[in-house]
């Protein structure tokens, strides 16, 4: 299943064939029991305590099970964004080599699926049309990239962030960063053998610039100069999908304060397609925001933005797309204006109320530094 419906009844299929012992043994591979789980975690129609919940009620999770723990960096990363804001754009300290060793642009062949390499082309591939790629490939993307190719780990991210359905800032700053070796102890490298090990035939890569020791990949990534392409002619490359700032579809219209007029607001908007509590569902108004200045800075693929609209449009007929100071104009005559925050947006709304999620981790006040140490520090909230 690599396609994903941006409904309820899709998540809690994805939810109910969740299998956490063949998880733990299996998760590394491309073919294993990964669960999918993450563009429904990222657009907030689950929760991290939802999932974990439903998953504990069939199969008795242990706080230490792989399963957790994996839930618990998606968690972890969000600790480091509450921290440290917009510093997770900058390489929280230098790599192997300093920023300027790295270019701030991806390469054509890249971006067209034509290295030449399996197990980047194909990876490549898979993000344009499915919108996911199992993470051990990510990690193969982002290390080919920042070790090999000397591209600065921000420009990979932010071309990333746009074409993954679960995009989100958190996870994908901190995973690149956690690949490139500027937020972890070690960089992260991987040869020709490493794809073998775990994806299927058509990944694998021998003869390919990537079938090396990791000697010698060590002794490249800690080089300032790219490797050297090799010639490559025969590949047809695919197009990039374009990347759009707003919603191209015309489902959404400018907001129109009339709506609002003295009713009980419940919003949803692209981080929390959820249901909205029943009271709004049945005596207020629903209302679908995408606020321009949440995306100036991080536009998306139509196969994103279809995610998001279709799944808007399972809460409400109504949805807005506007400046934050249109649609907060707009709401300004409501009875009562609710919502479930998220980071990713630019905005705070005055007055409105935040319903807050059930979080699955305990909160932990203090920055850690590392994820052994918030591990240590946290744990399941009961
Ligand atoms: C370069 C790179 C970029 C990434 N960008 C994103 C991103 O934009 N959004 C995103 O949600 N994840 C990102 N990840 C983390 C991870 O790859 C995905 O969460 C995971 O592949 C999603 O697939 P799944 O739901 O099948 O994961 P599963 O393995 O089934 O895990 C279940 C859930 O646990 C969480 N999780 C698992 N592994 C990780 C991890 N390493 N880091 C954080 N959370 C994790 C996710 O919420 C995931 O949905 C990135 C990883 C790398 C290496």
Redesign the pocket.
């Given at each position: 299943m690599n396609t994903f419906e941006p409904t309820l009844q899709a998540a809690n299929a994805r939810l109910a064939a969740?299998q956490p012992a063949a998880?733990a043994r299996t998760?590394n591979a491309l073919d294993g029991?990964?669960?999918?789980?993450?563009?429904?975690?990222?657009h907030g129609l689950l929760s991290?305590r939802e999932?974990f919940d439903a998953v504990n009620a069939r199969h008795p999770l242990d706080a230490q099970h792989k399963?957790v723990f994996?839930?618990?960096?998606?968690?972890?990363?969000r600790h480091v964004w509450a921290h440290l804001g917009d510093g997770i754009h900058q390489s929280i300290h230098t790599g192997l080599l300093p920023d300027d060793a790295y270019q701030p642009h991806m390469p054509a062949d890249v971006l067209e699926a034509r290295t030449g390499i399996p197990a980047i082309d194909t990876a490549v591939r898979e993000l344009y049309e499915t919108g996911?790629?199992?993470?051990?490939a990510?990690?193969w993307?982002?290390s080919y990239l920042v070790h090999l190719r000397k591209v600065h780990w921000h420009a990979?991210?932010q071309w990333?962030?746009g074409h993954?359905l679960?995009?989100?800032?958190?996870?994908?700053?901190?995973?690149?960063q956690?690949?490139a070796g500027t937020s972890s102890t070690k960089p992260?490298l991987f040869n020709a053998d490493n794809v073998a090990k775990y994806a299927p035939v058509p990944w694998h890569s021998p003869g390919t610039l990537i079938d090396t020791s990791y000697e010698e990949m060590d002794r490249i990534a800690r080089s300032a100069a790219p490797i050297q392409q090799r010639k490559v002619s025969a590949l047809e490359g695919i197009q990039q999908p374009a990347l759009h700032a707003s919603p191209p579809d015309t489902a959404w219209s400018v907001p129109d304060g009339s709506l609002a007029l003295g009713r009980d607001v419940w919003l949803v908007h692209p981080w929390s397609l959820g249901s909205a509590p029943q009271a709004f569902a049945e005596r207020g108004v629903v209302i679908g925001v995408c606020i321009a200045e949440s995306h100036a800075q991080m536009p998306w693929s139509v196969q994103r933005w279809h995610f998001v609209t279709q799944g808007m449009q399972q809460r409400t007929p109504h949805l807005w797309r506007g400046s934050a100071l249109q649609i907060t104009e707009s709401l300004a005559t409501a009875r009562s204006v609710s919502w479930r925050s998220d980071p990713h947006l630019a905005i705070t709304l005055q007055g409105a109320q935040v319903q807050l999620e059930t979080p699955l981790f305990k909160a932990v006040e203090t920055y850690c530094p590392s994820f052994a140490q918030w591990w240590r520090r946290t744990q399941i909230s009961g």
């Amino acid at each position: 299943m690599n396609t994903f419906e941006p409904t309820l009844q899709a998540a809690n299929a994805r939810l109910a064939a969740v299998q956490p012992a063949a998880y733990a043994r299996t998760r590394n591979a491309l073919d294993g029991a990964v669960t999918r789980l993450s563009p429904y975690l990222t657009h907030g129609l689950l929760s991290l305590r939802e999932v974990f919940d439903a998953v504990n009620a069939r199969h008795p999770l242990d706080a230490q099970h792989k399963f957790v723990f994996e839930l618990g960096w998606r968690a972890y990363y969000r600790h480091v964004w509450a921290h440290l804001g917009d510093g997770i754009h900058q390489s929280i300290h230098t790599g192997l080599l300093p920023d300027d060793a790295y270019q701030p642009h991806m390469p054509a062949d890249v971006l067209e699926a034509r290295t030449g390499i399996p197990a980047i082309d194909t990876a490549v591939r898979e993000l344009y049309e499915t919108g996911y790629v199992h993470n051990h490939a990510r990690m193969w993307l982002a290390s080919y990239l920042v070790h090999l190719r000397k591209v600065h780990w921000h420009a990979g991210a932010q071309w990333m962030l746009g074409h993954l359905l679960d995009g989100d800032v958190a996870s994908n700053n901190l995973s690149w960063q956690w690949v490139a070796g500027t937020s972890s102890t070690k960089p992260y490298l991987f040869n020709a053998d490493n794809v073998a090990k775990y994806a299927p035939v058509p990944w694998h890569s021998p003869g390919t610039l990537i079938d090396t020791s990791y000697e010698e990949m060590d002794r490249i990534a800690r080089s300032a100069a790219p490797i050297q392409q090799r010639k490559v002619s025969a590949l047809e490359g695919i197009q990039q999908p374009a990347l759009h700032a707003s919603p191209p579809d015309t489902a959404w219209s400018v907001p129109d304060g009339s709506l609002a007029l003295g009713r009980d607001v419940w919003l949803v908007h692209p981080w929390s397609l959820g249901s909205a509590p029943q009271a709004f569902a049945e005596r207020g108004v629903v209302i679908g925001v995408c606020i321009a200045e949440s995306h100036a800075q991080m536009p998306w693929s139509v196969q994103r933005w279809h995610f998001v609209t279709q799944g808007m449009q399972q809460r409400t007929p109504h949805l807005w797309r506007g400046s934050a100071l249109q649609i907060t104009e707009s709401l300004a005559t409501a009875r009562s204006v609710s919502w479930r925050s998220d980071p990713h947006l630019a905005i705070t709304l005055q007055g409105a109320q935040v319903q807050l999620e059930t979080p699955l981790f305990k909160a932990v006040e203090t920055y850690c530094p590392s994820f052994a140490q918030w591990w240590r520090r946290t744990q399941i909230s009961g």
